[in-house]
């Protein structure tokens, strides 16, 4: 669930790097080359509670507990999902946040339960639709989807691009057309609140300038760390990496890679 809301949020943080002046090579276009990017390594736990609830957490800021029985459970943020079973070793869930469905997963655990299959599918608020993979590696565990799962492949089908401006001097803009998100301030540290028809409430974003190409972040749900990140701007101005992770898997960094459009 965190990736799918970060790799929508984080690369909208790869565009907090606005510029002040319109001629800073950081405004423009950009858009997120998969091929380039690396976006595996996290890891996530499933365990099963006393009471027979089955538990998850990334290790880190989100942890929640959910059965398989077709009803609706809080989940992270202010989201809900409702899991099903889908057959042998399948399993399907529907996340939602305020009545509207966000995306839906089907897992498939392999037949000697050590590869799990996640396909992730869903419409973004401009209409157009996702159909997302990620596959992991069992860590621990030898039964069903109890045990600690490491990731080992992701595949986007549909990079967004991103739009980078400064409508007044000191003030920083960026938007991502397809999910209608923006944030919008000064690189001064900070909190800016994240606008968009499923970005979590209480989701803020400050960032600040460590040299002219390279910029720090951080991402807050309801006040607390919920993502770092640092940016770092290509010598000839054509792309930029946006190495992010969360509080305390550091060993667990991602890298995305954006070219200039």
């Known amino acids: 669930m965190k990736r799918i809301l970060l790799l ?14 319109a001629d800073n090579p950081w405004v423009g276009n ?10 595996t390594g996290d890891t996530f736990t499933y365990s099963k509670l006393p009471s027979g609830v089955m538990h998850y957490t990334d290790g880190s800021t989100i942890s929640y507990d959910f059965a398989i029985d077709g009803k609706p459970y809080k989940a992270a943020y202010d989201r809900t999902t409702v ?3 889908a057959g042998a070793n399948a399993w399907d869930s529907v996340t939602s946040a305020h009545g509207r469905v966000l995306y839906k997963v089907h897992r498939v655990l392999s037949g000697d339960g050590k590869t799990l299959t996640n396909a992730i599918t869903g419409t973004k608020p401009d209409g157009s639709t996702f159909n997302d993979e990620t596959v992991y590696t069992r860590v621990t565990g030898t039964n069903g989807l109890e045990g600690k799962w490491r990731s080992t ?26 999910y209608k ?21 209480g989701l803020t974003l400050s960032f600040k300038y460590l040299s002219p190409t390279k910029i720090s972040y951080t991402l807050k749900n309801n006040g607390k760390p919920d ?31 954006y070219a200039r459009q």
């Open 8 to 21: 929508c949020i984080i690369a909208l943080l790869s565009t907090t790097t606005l510029a002040i002046a």
């Open 30 to 39: 950009w858009k997120l080359n998969p091929a380039k990017s690396h976006f």
């Open 83 to 85: 899991w099903t079973t």
């Open 153 to 178: 492949k992701v595949n986007i089908s549909a990079p967004d691009s991103f739009v980078v401006s400064s409508p007044s001097p000191g003030i920083l803009h960026w938007d991502i057309p397809s």
């Open 181 to 201: 998100e923006s944030v919008e301030g000064k690189p001064d540290g900070t909190d800016h609140p994240i606008t968009g028809p499923n970005v979590p409430h």
């Open 227 to 257: 993502g770092y990140g640092i940016q770092t701007l290509a010598a000839d101005g054509k792309s930029f990496t946006d190495v992010s992770w969360s509080p305390g898997k550091e060993s667990e960094k991602s890298t995305g890679y």
